[in-house]
């Protein structure tokens, strides 16, 4: 039998992906709630509740990471207009 191991974990999702961020939460049926609202940077501070051990949990948040990170790239590189190599440090704390 294989122990359920609940890691929280807080993930900040722009306004703009919240739908699909939402889309991968409920089809995986992993628990989230909402912690905080920040108006000026249009994002939600989001706590999901996942089984460290099921992949299909794992799986579900590296694809929230990786959309979170995507889009966050490409809003900041066509605003800027600066490539990867000028904002590099912009994108390694997540």
């Not at 900040?12 to 409920?26: E, G, Q, R």
């Not at 900041?76 to 904002?87: A, C, F, H, I, L």
């Amino acid at each position: 039998m294989q122990s359920n191991v609940v890691q929280a974990k807080s993930h900040t999702v722009p306004v703009d992906v919240l739908i699909n961020v939402l889309s991968i939460l409920f089809n995986n049926d992993i628990p989230f709630q909402v912690e905080g609202i920040n108006e000026d940077e249009q994002s939600l501070l989001i706590r999901t509740s996942t089984n460290a051990k099921q992949t299909r949990d794992k799986k579900a948040l590296e694809n929230i990471k990786t959309l979170v990170s995507d889009y966050t790239y490409y809003r900041y590189e066509s605003e800027t207009g600066n490539n990867k190599d000028n904002n590099a440090d912009d994108y390694e704390n997540e």
